[in-house]
């Protein structure tokens, strides 16, 4: 998939819930935002071209979607129940955290594994999130997990 106008130029997270994220997570937050802008395919099925300026937030209990134009017009906003995410967030999260740990003083064999399973749940999450979209943005699959990664900072409260 290549179209130059079919992606996403910006991105905003809502930083408003956050009160304490660890070095960590801040730097997989940095790599994933970092990542996205550098290569993405983002395109709304009904709507506009791109480019688009993405701003994810969590409301409501709801993961939301305000998708604007490249001049930071309003073009479309949806939002997606969190519950189809929630026990693979968690568990990602989970994984994440005992990987952080073992990097510190687990064997190399050790730390594969855990990796392994990490980027396991991670594209189960990222599949997760491109059937929930896939009646309103076609995106490919590279997208999809960086968004994912986004999806669970936003879970992390501190």
Known sequence: MSDEKACIQEI???????VNRSAQVEHERKVAVYDLLESNYFKLLAGPEGPYILHL????NRLAFDIRAADDQPIKRFMLALS???AIVR????VCDSYFKAIKSSSPSQIEAIDMGRRGLHNDGSEVLE???KDKVELDHDTARR???LVCVL???G
């Open 91 to 94: 568990e990602y999260l989970m």
């Open 155 to 157: 879970h992390i409260k």
């Open 147 to 149: 968004l994912f990664t």
């Open 131 to 133: 059937q929930r979209l």
């Open 12 to 18: 905003f997270l809502d930083e408003a819930t956050v």
């Open 84 to 86: 189809p995410f929630r």
């Open 57 to 60: 937030s969590i409301e409501e």
